[in-house]
């Protein structure tokens, strides 16, 4: 009896181990390489939750990638039986692991990418950030991201105390406020959205996406030398943050600064070769 619980124990042992190596090897490839050694872990391991998470947005990925062809060339059939794969995964995870954060935020993630496929989708995707705050309800992250959701569900009102949630258990977390803010564009105008940014900008003042945001912001309401010192401090902070080159660009050709503008849109060019609207531009300049 003894010999054979040990050989069970090496069996199992052994299944679980090449489990994870085919795991960790997809990890670092792309395509049908990483589907099929995806595959194979949670073949030879169905009791692990993280690999059914990976697996569910390798899915994911491949139904995104295949639904993004022109409609003449798309395999729709394929798009709709990669997203079944990969809700079953997320949801297997789930019931696996039912009180993991993780994988109800994977879930959540799933059906927040597949809202604009398929119906119903949405309302699940609620429902799962909604599980994953139940628990760990002081995770900024979840306020927000279920926010988004109320946002496309047209529920402006839930969306906002989302946020606000957010905000109150983490005060400078930078994507709450930012969400905030061009929620208020469109219901107050700018003065209430770049004073929500502003302040933003005094508690993380080095969230390169708030001083974007606040730099055209400005820009709108006609401050266009605030908005070019925004759009500097983005460029100091990431060298290769390519929107705010561009930017910087409209706001130097507003000013009639030609010149720095050839720069500004050079630079983007340099980041994005080809751009045809920047060649356009870059042309009219010269």
Sequence with gaps: VLGVAILVLYFFAAKFYLADINYKNALSLLGQQRTVLMEKAVMLNPYFPRYRVELSRTYLYEALQEFQ????????????????ASIDQARQATDL???????????????????????????????SFGTALQYEPSNPVLYTELGKLYLINTDVESAKANFNKAIEVKADYAEAH??????????????????????????????????????????????????????????????????AYYALGIAYVSQGNNEQAIQAFTRVLQLNPGNQDVIQKLNQLQ
Excluded: H
Aim: no cysteine.
């Design 69 to 84: 062809k022109p409609e003449e060339s798309r395999n729709t059939a394929l798009v709709q039986a990669k997203i079944s």
């Design 97 to 127: 692991q039912p009180n993991s954060v993780v994988n109800w935020e994977n879930l959540g993630v799933v059906y927040r990418e597949i809202s604009g496929i398929a119906g119903g989708a949405l309302d699940w995707g609620i429902k």
């Design 178 to 243: 930012i969400q905030l803010a061009l929620l208020l564009e469109k219901e107050n105008g700018l003065a209430d959205a770049i004073a929500k940014l502003e302040r933003l900008a005094e508690l993380n003042p080095l969230n390169v996406d708030g001083r974007f945001q606040l730099g055209r912001l400005y820009f709108n309401d006609k401050q266009t030398a605030k908005a070019i010192e925004q759009f500097q401090l983005v460029t100091l902070l990431v060298p290769d943050y390519s929107n």
